[in-house]
């Protein structure tokens, strides 16, 4: 009788070992909630610490987002969700984005606003209020309206190059109009020179 209670203990911590060990298999596997850090900047009237609307409620930096979360910034604030690896989405003043993310990438709904994307080097798929889907790289911004914008430093869409053409177009008429005058440029000549040694 002895043996056959020791039987039984046996198969009955075999079986507690084999269940404990299927269900932190299936915790383990299970999909992992890939949250973002949210940081506020800019000030409010009344001197509180600026705060956006996260899904219809007030949140301050630091706070968790997590994915498929609305979130709108008012007109003295922006804010930046950080994703870690997936890179950094930047949300300007008045931006209202429903922000998707997991693990393979990052999407966005964008209502109003302008919404920018760094540190990352996959696309970021944002919808604006048209419907169209436009893929962003690091260093890009969208505005609601569809208007995609590099970030280059200057805001005249490139025109830029006209500087730059007159510069080297003043130096090479510089140098032309000394190559064919007949006198050369003489410099110093008639001066004294006063030597700092004795």
């Not at 590099?150 to 177009?169: E, M, N, P």
Request: glycine share 14%.
């Amino acid at each position: 009788m002895n043996s056959k209670l020791w039987i039984r203990k046996a198969l009955s911590l075999c079986l507690s070992v084999a269940i404990l060990a299927t269900y932190s298999m299936v915790a383990l596997a299970g999909p992992r909630n890939v949250a973002g850090e949210l940081t506020v900047s800019g000030k409010n009237v009344n001197g509180e610490a600026p705060f956006v609307l996260v899904n219809g409620e007030a949140a301050r930096s630091g706070r968790s987002v997590f994915s498929a979360s609305t979130i709108s910034t008012t007109d003295g604030t922006g804010a930046i969700v950080n994703l870690g690896r997936l890179g950094k989405i930047e949300l300007g003043p008045t931006t209202v984005l429903t922000l998707s993310f997991d693990d393979k990438g990052v999407s966005g709904d964008l209502t109003s606003g302008t919404v920018a994307v760094f540190g990352t080097s996959d696309t970021v798929a944002i919808r604006t209020v048209d419907g169209n889907t436009v893929k962003l790289a690091a260093g890009q911004s969208i505005s609601a309206a569809g208007r995609l914008q590099d970030d280059d430093d200057d805001d005249d869409d490139g025109a830029a190059w006209w500087i730059w053409g007159l510069v080297f177009g003043g130096a090479g008429a510089v140098i032309l109009y000394t190559a064919m005058k007949d006198d050369p440029l003489d410099f110093g000549d008639g001066g004294t020179v006063i030597s700092p040694t004795r």
